[in-house]
């Protein structure tokens, strides 16, 4: 039976009744504050998808309206315009899209899919949707045809089937082209799937089909019999005409090239190997792989191109995916970085029966989309618009920004062009379709992305669109290893030991500052001049935790003051000085490694462009055998000259105006001697010598977790936001034993083997396989399965670790508290008068939920500021929340948002004489909040609003409790101020400000990706983000009026353009009968003389897209708008081609009559003799 502590209940009563009673008065103290938010200003809706698709399968292209489509293994459908046209759509069934098929200048677009379906999309709405869905039952769809200008689409099934659907009603004709009547009677075994269909340029009733085994067969579609059969002995991949329709030419699985004349099936009239290597006997040339598609487009005034891709031979096998561009006499062979998916070469007609004139060849990579330049010598490539270039690296973080100052942009721009690649074509862009959508908001965005490799991305991401302007390379700051043999030993992680972990920006003064998965802090200064840098500024900082195993007592807290920690400094300011330099450690194989960074940072000059130029870098040091921990949270403030990092030992203030270190302590440190939530250490660790190697006792009981956790730490250490799991930091458990000192009785022979043991076994989990690391599949079943068991005031879901289940023994448990948010502002860090005035300070929040506060002491500007030590002094805890802290803010007592102090840009560069001093931004209402503030705190599980500087809780809201925050923040709208929420159950939240009342929850996105978690970022005026594969970034807004006027903003895809005239037939052809035959495909499909089709072998399904479904689905005003604004556009077109033909005529007319006239003034008097 439970005992019963009535000591509990008594405690609980009170803290019930205290926080009662303080949320009363914290409602008398803001009944004076009004909110303008309501429920209905909010509504969620995703508005554009940026970044290359993922997993592409096939392409399609408009040569009209110049419009690309990519279709995607997971059913998407991505349309790219001119630069900034872009649209995103999704098949409901989610397969894969084997083919495209425009309707060419219709506006529409034909997918087919691996589920054996065929949807038809319309194109003239700038949110496609599908018309009409044909899905077949008994047969597997393999390839489709759509030929120009016609309604009829021919589709190719895997039992080499052939049926007609028409486009219009969607619905399947009588007419069926069996396998067994194309082929031979003679014919013994099947021919295999259709993989071509195309019918004769200069005969629309001949149909040309090629089967899998290699037959190829001419179908007259009038006499519903096989013309001519081309048999040869390898498959076939792909066929393309000569647009005069009398040869075709076939690529094989052997890397061959056959060409045949229509007339004679004989034999081919051509065989080459255009990668195989002649035999001096001349014998057939060796084997190559299978050319997996060919085109053949011709020319007027020089020799036709032929373009193909595979085809290599077999020796090759290092080489990369190549295109093989076949002009004349010359083989030009183009390497790519990604295997090919599809190309597509681009012409100037859309008629088959005409010279082609190609002029680019498209190339879908399986990672990137190259634009080739056919005009120019070289094949250059055409610079691409699109931002596809986001997972040039693996994005590691990101943050969003909104209303930037409106110089920022162009800044970064003119710093960026100069990066551009060089040698592109100077030609504009052939993909030019489309036209921009009127955009009500003009605020500029900016996204800043952090990447594996180091390198950060600047975009501009104003009015619905992303565009690059400005890469900054941070490995440039370190020195590279040159081989594997003189890689450091003192990397923490094996691969990409430069990735950017975690970054804070002050877009005012555009102070930049990274952190990097080797425990390393980059701050960054802006300038518009290039510098030569002789010697980088290093500081170097000695953080390790030197507890034992620390936890939350199952009773009552002993009330004892902290124990003074070894090896860390005072906090007082006065006494924290730079750590020593790196040549006083040791990095010997006779002992553990100590006072050595993870990176050596670069001793050369280093060149600077304008741009980004490094301030200053601060690095993390190893201690006594141990490497650093990483960094989980950042900031700067430029107003202050501060940055301060932590981690899950705890925090360290630096000043980069006088590259100084002013506080580097354990976050314990941070605490009140007297403070209720203090965990006292159990024993202090005692201090190793250098040689010796730590004895480890107890710890051998989590041996069993040590690879998968200490692993994940390890090769995975940049994707979380921060580790603090328990178990995981396997390295600190070592000193987490009661029995830890060197003359603890249990220190036998046996226990130095299993240090011995752990040793090797910590040394080999650094190059273990990076499958281990890389599965974070099964992280993400961890956040998205709730667990059963519960403790109040604790985080109990928490698949970043930060939760305590009872069932978990105290020497597993987490001792650590890490940083998880900082806050640098003027503020009230203790309880004070409210007549005083707030002043700079630096509020920190942990893992833990606690709040803590750092009173800071600012020299007088101007320089005293550079010469005089800044004052840091703890203050202790401030509120306490369930779950980690995720975010803070502050407001004044009208419930404004206070601004952080910040510094407005200036060069750094420039000479004494034009330089200026920074001026620091003045706060909005100085009057406002010099009275009171409240502080904003929300955490993984609730939010908090305290009044300042009483410190009193003013409102509490338990925002989730099966679930946790991934991501929250303050952001500023349109009508005022709310908290908005992201849970790894998929929901977003909004509360208002500052009565946390909610506004806004919805159930959007589960959590099935850590990638979602790491990058989903909020931003002010409504708008957030995040990347939904390695490739995409999905954004979307939460504002009833942003989608309102998505319509608006929205591009638009389909604009009217006059189709191209045909080709002109000549004289003697027209009189002889020597052009293109055309075909009444509606008089040969139609009902009427092919009859029915059977109704079981596909479905129809109207679609969603319809005009009717248009109707009601368009936003009222815009969408009869939008459809008004088309119809003129048309109707005006049609009326300016009769204006003109009519003038035309007019002007014809006059002409005759004037020439008449003239006839009959010059023979009026003459007689009939004198003719």
Known sequence: MKKFNIRKVLDGLTAASSSSASAQSGNKENDAIPESLQSEHFQLCKTVRHGFPHQPSSMAFDPVQKILAIGTQSGALRLFGRAGVECYCQHESGAAVIQLQFLVNEGALVSALTDDSIHLWNLRQKQPAILHTLKFSKERITFCHLPFQSKWLYVGTERGNIYIVNVESFTLSGYVIMWNKAIELSTKTHPGPVVHISDNPMDEGKLLIGYECGIVVLWDLKCKKADCRYNYDEAIHSVAWHHEGKQFICSHSDGTLTTWNVRAPA????????????????????????????????????????VLSGGLSYDTLGRRSCLTVMHGKSTTVLEMDYPIVDFLTLCETPYPNDFQEPYAVVVLLEKDLVVIDLGQIGYPIFENPYPLSIHESPVTCCEYFADCPAELIPALYSVGCRQKRQGCSKK?????????????????????????????????????????????KTAKVFERARGKEEKPSTDIVDEDPFAIQTLSWCPESRIFCVAGVSAHVIIYRFSKQEVTTEVIQLLEVRLQCELNDVGFPDGAVEQTPTLPTPGTTSSSPQESEPTPPTSTGSNSSDGPRDNVPCLKVRSAPL?????????????????SGEPPQPITSLAVNSAYGLVVFGNSNGLAVVDYLQKTLLLHMGTLELYSPTEPYLRQPRSPRKTQPSGDIPPVTSCMSSLSSFYTESVKKLRSSHFPVYETNEGTNITE??????????????????????QRFMQKVKS???????????????????????????????????????????????????????????????????KTDPASAPGPSLWVGTSQGAVLAVSLSMPPEGDQRLQEHVGVSPCGTLVRLKGGVLTMAFLDTSGALIPRPCELWFEPNATDQDRERPKRRPPASPPAYSEGQYAVVCSEKQAKVVSLPSHSCVHKHNITEASFVLRAEVVQLAGGLCIVCFCANGHIMALSLPSLRPLLDVNYLPLTDMRIARTFCFSNLGQALYMNSSMEIQRITYIQETCDNLQEMLSELFTPVETPEAPNRGFFKGLFGGG???????????????????????????????????????SGVVGDLARARIALDERGQKLGELEERTAAMMASADSFSKHAHGIMLKYKDKKWYQL
């Not at 990668?275 to 084997?287: L, V």
């Not at 879901?797 to 900082?822: G, H, K, L, P, Q």
Request: hydrophobic residues 30%; aromatic residues 8%; proline residues 7%.
């Open 428 to 472: 504009e862009w052939p993909i030019s379709g489309g036209n921009w959508g009127q955009g009500t908001h003009s605020y500029p965005e900016i996204l800043v992305t952090g990447h594996a490799d180091g390198s950060v991305k600047f975009w501009d991401a104003s009015v619905l669109m992303l565009q690059v302007l400005y890469k900054l």
């Open 733 to 754: 458990e070592r000193c987490k034993s009661p029995t830890s000192g060197p003359t603890s009785p249990y220190n036998s022979d046996e226990e130095r083997k299993q």
């Open 764 to 830: 080999k989990s650094r190059r273990f396989s990076k499958t281990v690391a890389n599965d974070f599949a099964k992280m993400s079943r961890k956040i998205s399965s709730p667990t059963t068991e519960h403790k109040p005031e604790m985080d109990t879901n928490n698949a970043f670790a930060r939760s305590r289940s009872s069932s978990v023994t105290s020497i597993d448990r987490e001792s650590r508290e890490a940083i998880s948010s900082f806050q640098l502002c003027d503020s009230f860090p203790r």
């Open 607 to 623: 060149n600077q462009s304008p741009g980004y130029q490094v301030e200053l870098v601060v690095q993390l040091l190893w201690v």
């Open 267 to 306: 034999k081919p009239v051509q065989t080459i190997t255009p990668h195989g290597k002649q035999s001096k006997d001349g014998k057939k040339p060796e084997p190559c792989k299978p050319i997996l598609k060919v085109e053949y487009k011709t020319t007027r005034a020089g020799d036709p191109f032929m």
């Open 1076 to 1114: 293109a035959q055309s075909l009444d495909r509606e008089d040969l499909f139609g009902e009427t003389t092919a009859g029915k089709a059977s109704s079981s072998l596909a479905q129809h399904i109207p679609g969603p897209g319809g005009m009717e479904g248009m109707k009601g689905a368009a």
